[in-house]
């Protein structure tokens, strides 16, 4: 139903020892770090988030991770591959099945179809890893939004998300994405990050409830 809660899909996952010069070239993996973990997320936006989540309980770096292009216009058409690095294997596996935990267990996706099929993701981290730190220079710990949802839908919410909380915009997903989503990486004081993951649902649930307006 509109507004339910659904957590993000978990797909796949392996632990890589001892990799190849290849792999070690490739996902340009740092110093000592010769063990890797793989992993694919349904839902694209999730991936990011637990990848980051994963920096944060476990000795691990985001070798590399991007979104592979779905088509059709669907959220779960997107699927994340990431990869984990590490200088221990325990380490990888210890990151690896914390994707999975955040992924299956605390990811905030809601549906805005009767059935469930198409989803939004709209999430709060109150305080970010290594990963969004790097990648958005950032300072550890910040607090950001993470906001998807299809085109149109993602547009209107960011707006209204803008209007309603003190925030800064990070990144704008101002176009479709390979997974055809927009939306945006928000960033301010937890409080005013958590109102604009209200502002950015709510306006979308009423826009799926009323999507004629003239």
């Given at each position: 139903?509109?507004?339910?809660?659904?957590?993000?899909?978990?797909?796949?996952?392996?632990?890589?020892?001892?990799?190849?010069d290849?792999?070690?070239?490739?996902?340009?993996?740092?110093?000592?770090?010769?063990?890797?973990?793989?992993?694919?997320?349904?839902?694209?936006?999730?991936?990011?988030?637990?990848?980051?989540?994963?920096?944060k309980?476990?000795?691990?770096?985001?070798?590399?991770?991007?979104?592979?292009?779905?088509?059709?216009?669907?959220?779960?058409?997107?699927?994340?591959?990431?990869?984990?690095?590490?200088?221990?294997?325990?380490?990888?596996?210890?990151?690896?099945?914390?994707?999975?935990?955040?992924?299956?267990?605390?990811?905030?996706?809601?549906?805005?179809?009767?059935?469930?099929?198409?989803?939004?993701?709209?999430?709060?981290v109150?305080?970010?890893?290594?990963?969004?730190?790097?990648?958005?220079?950032?300072?550890?710990?910040?607090?950001?939004?993470?906001?998807?949802?299809?085109?149109?839908?993602?547009?209107?919410?960011?707006?209204?998300?803008?209007?309603?909380?003190?925030?800064?915009?990070?990144?704008?997903?101002?176009?479709?994405?390979?997974?055809?989503?927009?939306g945006?990486?928000l960033?301010?004081?937890?409080?005013?990050?958590?109102?604009?993951?209200?502002?950015?649902?709510?306006?979308?649930?009423?826009?799926?409830?009323?999507?004629?307006?003239?």
């Amino acid at each position: 139903m509109i507004g339910d809660l659904v957590h993000g899909k978990f797909v796949a996952n392996r632990l890589l020892t001892d990799v190849e010069d290849c792999m070690l070239e490739q996902y340009h993996l740092p110093d000592g770090h010769i063990d890797i973990g793989l992993f694919t997320t349904a839902c694209d936006g999730v991936g990011y988030v637990a990848a980051d989540d994963a920096t944060k309980k476990a000795n691990v770096q985001v070798a590399q991770i991007y979104t592979t292009y779905g088509g059709c216009g669907k959220f779960n058409d997107g699927q994340v591959f990431g990869v984990l690095s590490g200088p221990m294997v325990s380490d990888v596996e210890r990151g690896l099945r914390y994707v999975r935990e955040f992924t299956e267990k605390e990811s905030t996706c809601y549906s805005i179809s009767d059935d469930d099929s198409t989803l939004i993701y709209a999430q709060c981290v109150s305080r970010i890893g290594s990963y969004f730190a790097k990648a958005y220079n950032l300072e550890r710990g910040s607090s950001i939004a993470y906001l998807i949802a299809p085109a149109m839908h993602g547009a209107v919410g960011i707006d209204e998300a803008l209007t309603q909380a003190n925030v800064d915009v990070v990144r704008f997903w101002s176009r479709p994405t390979e997974s055809n989503m927009s939306g945006a990486i928000l960033t301010g004081r937890q409080a005013q990050c958590e109102t604009a993951v209200s502002a950015f649902k709510e306006v979308i649930f009423d826009l799926v409830s009323e999507p004629i307006e003239y």
